[in-house]
Each structure stands twice: as structure tokens, then as C-alpha cells.
């Protein structure tokens, strides 16, 4: 991949202007761009056939429009395809598309690696490398509309409908560079997926979740996955510096949450660990006054796990005991386990470079921080 010229995806309105204006070209260039970026999703300045020529020759001679590579892209026996992408520096990250029949939900990764450590997820066994840029989260997208040949943005027969902040990474630990790329992703005259499409997912960071309501306004799921602190604390980690308590309250307050868009809470069937008739009555207890609907999802093995999925007759009990208790449950439909694009199962081969013992590591800047 090309490192010599400035790649212009991932710059918002105000970055192209100030781009436009460095080369001596009027503001109403990056209108232009922007169109031709988002909208049509063209990697060639060349084909910008509403451009003059001279344009399109400057542009070409100081930018790039270069996806990430694709090292590798699979597609299962049910239709789910997965996409892992290298950057610029080599590092990688998988990205998933689950089709539906008239519709499909694209699972984007936020970080290399995951700052957490939640005991029965895959993505959690890798440490953090590092957190992606505004680009690199956008370019998820646009490698899949470009695999998918869904260009132009708006078309009514797209397959490519939603997006889920639910790959690889806690989306809330890299708050600035999501936010900016969903921004983009949700301008209507660029990439045009409304906010009512996207979810983002979050294991309870919640000093950043009110934010986040406020900001972007998207739906918001919570891994849950456990009903007392004691187990969720084994879990999912991050338990131990925001309890269940602290989390179910940020869940109340979360802005334009209501019954019209309730937060999702994601719950994985751990066979004879979370999946009792006692844990699906606590459940109902603790969301009595939250607008809130449950996904249950069968856990999804990967190698060396010490966990087993709940028997389906275990989860069909399960979600009615909360069905029972006037909440939605239903049952995610495992997709993409044969190529190991299941929830909980994404990872790359990237690790975090080796300390250089001539000299002390450079802080970069745009390390998510560590959690208790």
C-alpha cells in the first residue's frame, strides 16, 4: 500500500475543506470530493468524470483513495462473509457481514486486538495492539459495499443495511475516532446509514456511555452476560471498576432510550454457568425499569475455551422464563462458525511490537487505556 500520499478517506467536511484550500482550490471542492468519496465510493480520481481534468491530475499527485488490503476473505456455508484487513502499518482486523434475506448487518471492529479480557470470548484472548483510526473503521464499510458491489450509497436493493460496533475492540475505549467515522457513515449525502441502523456495543464503560447517547444518538447493546457481580466480575472484567449496579444506572439515563428503541442486552448461554432458571428470574429483576430487550446468543466455541454452550433446550426454557416476565428474547442464530466469524470469534495475527531495548517505546497517542 501506497504511504507517499495522503489517503483522503476518513477526513470529515471540514478536514477535506482545509485539504482543498492547501492545494489552492476553492471550499466547494470538498463538497465535490465528498460526494465522489462516500456517496459513489470511486477509488480513482481519474473517473471523477464531474471534476476538470486539471482537478482530478492535482488531486491524483497529492492523494490516494487505497482501501486496506484484503489478506483474506472468506465466505461460510450460511452466507456470512469475513474480511481480514491489513493496514498500513501491517496490523489487522476482521469485519463481518451477516446477510438476511432482504437485509444484512456489518460487524465492525474498533481496536486491533481488545483492551478486555472477557473469559469467554476469543477477540479477548489477543491484547490490545492498538485502536483504529476514523479511516480504518470507515474503510470496513467501504470494503464491503465494494464487495458486495453496493454503489452508489441509497440504492434500494442493498443487502448492506446496518452496522454493528461489535467486532473486534470496546468501541467506548476509542470513542473519538468511532465517533468520527459514524458521523461520516450517517451523513446522509455520503455513506447514508441512519443512526436507527447502526448499534454500537459495549461491555460497560460507563463514564462513556451518556456521551455516546448524546453524541451519536445510535442504539446501544450492553454485554451483559451475567446477573451478580461475582460472576460477571469472571466474565467479563471490567465488572470490577463498573458493577452491575453503576452499569444498569447509565443504562436508565442513556439518552432516547424507550420502549420504541430499548437497549439490547447481549447474553451469551454458558452451559451451566449463567443459564439457570434463578440467573433468568434475576434478569427480569434487575431491567424492571429499564426499556430493555435481551440476545440470547449460543456461545460460539473457539480453540481452548473452557466454556460449552447451553443445551437448546436450556435456552429455549430460558428465554421463555423471560418472555414469561414481559421481556423479548430471542435466540441469535449462530453464523459464520465455520469460518470462525461467530460472535466472540474474530482475532487477527497482530501482536504489540517488542519494546526496543536501545530505546524507550514512544507513547502513540492513541493507546485505549487499561482496564482495572
Given at each position: 500500500?501506497?504511504?507517499?500520499?495522503?489517503?483522503?478517506?476518513?477526513?470529515?467536511?471540514?478536514?477535506?475543506?482545509?485539504?482543498?484550500?492547501?492545494?489552492?482550490?476553492?471550499?466547494?471542492?470538498?463538497?465535490?470530493?465528498?460526494?465522489?468519496?462516500?456517496?459513489?465510493?470511486?477509488?480513482?480520481?481519474?473517473?471523477?468524470?464531474?471534476?476538470?481534468?486539471?482537478?482530478?491530475?492535482?488531486?491524483?499527485?497529492?492523494?490516494?483513495?487505497?482501501?486496506?488490503?484484503?489478506?483474506?476473505?472468506?465466505?461460510?456455508?450460511?452466507?456470512?462473509?469475513?474480511?481480514?484487513?491489513?493496514?498500513?502499518?501491517?496490523?489487522?482486523?476482521?469485519?463481518?457481514?451477516?446477510?438476511?434475506?432482504?437485509?444484512?448487518?456489518?460487524?465492525?471492529?474498533?481496536?486491533?486486538?481488545?483492551?478486555?479480557?472477557?473469559?469467554?470470548?476469543?477477540?479477548?484472548?489477543?491484547?490490545?495492539v492498538r485502536n483504529l483510526t476514523a479511516r480504518e473503521i470507515v474503510s470496513q464499510l467501504m470494503v464491503a459495499r465494494d464487495s458486495y458491489s453496493e454503489w452508489p450509497s441509497g440504492r434500494d436493493d442493498r443487502l448492506l443495511t446496518n452496522i454493528v460496533m461489535m467486532g473486534m475492540g470496546e468501541p467506548l475505549f476509542n470513542f473519538d475516532n468511532v465517533a468520527k467515522a459514524l458521523k461520516i457513515v450517517m451523513d446522509g449525502d455520503g455513506l447514508s446509514i441512519s443512526k436507527r441502523r447502526i448499534t454500537l456495543s459495549t461491555a460497560g464503560v460507563v463514564p462513556m456511555m451518556e456521551r455516546c447517547g448524546e453524541e451519536l444518538g445510535v442504539n446501544l447493546a450492553v454485554s451483559l452476560h451475567a446477573c451478580t457481580d461475582e460472576l460477571r466480575d469472571v466474565l467479563v472484567p471490567i465488572n470490577r471498576k463498573h458493577p452491575v449496579r453503576e452499569l444498569l444506572a447509565a443504562c436508565r439515563a442513556y439518552p432516547g432510550a424507550n420502549n420504541a428503541r430499548r437497549i439490547t442486552f447481549e447474553y451469551a448461554m454458558l452451559k451451566g454457568v449463567n443459564d439457570s432458571d434463578a440467573d433468568a428470574h434475576e434478569l427480569i429483576r434487575l431491567v424492571r425499569d429499564v426499556p430493555a430487550k435481551f440476545n440470547l446468543i449460543p456461545f460460539n466455541p473457539w480453540p481452548g475455551t473452557a466454556y460449552e454452550c447451553s443445551t437448546p433446550k436450556t435456552i429455549r426454557r430460558f428465554a421463555k422464563i423471560l418472555n414469561d416476565g414481559g421481556l423479548s428474547a430471542p435466540v441469535r442464530l449462530p453464523r459464520g462458525r465455520d469460518i470462525m466469524a461467530a460472535c466472540g470469534q474474530l482475532k487477527s495475527d497482530s501482536e504489540r511490537a517488542r519494546r526496543q531495548s536501545t530505546r524507550p517505546d514512544k507513547p502513540s497517542g492513541d493507546t485505549a487505556p487499561a482496564v482495572a
Open positions: 500500500m501506497s504511504t507517499d500520499l495522503k489517503n483522503l478517506i476518513g477526513l470529515d467536511r471540514q478536514e477535506l475543506a482545509r485539504e482543498m484550500d492547501a492545494i489552492g482550490e476553492k471550499p466547494f471542492r470538498a463538497k465535490q470530493l465528498w460526494h465522489w468519496i462516500y456517496h459513489q465510493g470511486e477509488t480513482d480520481f481519474s473517473k471523477m468524470t464531474t471534476l476538470a481534468k486539471s482537478f482530478r491530475s492535482k488531486l491524483a499527485e497529492h492523494y490516494s483513495l487505497e482501501r486496506p488490503q484484503v489478506s483474506r476473505e472468506l465466505t461460510s456455508t450460511d452466507r456470512a462473509r469475513k474480511w481480514l484487513l491489513k493496514f498500513d502499518d501491517a496490523n489487522e482486523a476482521e469485519s463481518v457481514f451477516i446477510p438476511e434475506d432482504d437485509r444484512g448487518a456489518l460487524c465492525i471492529s474498533s481496536q486491533v486486538g481488545c483492551t478486555l479480557t472477557c473469559a469467554f470470548c476469543h477477540t479477548g484472548t489477543q491484547k490490545l
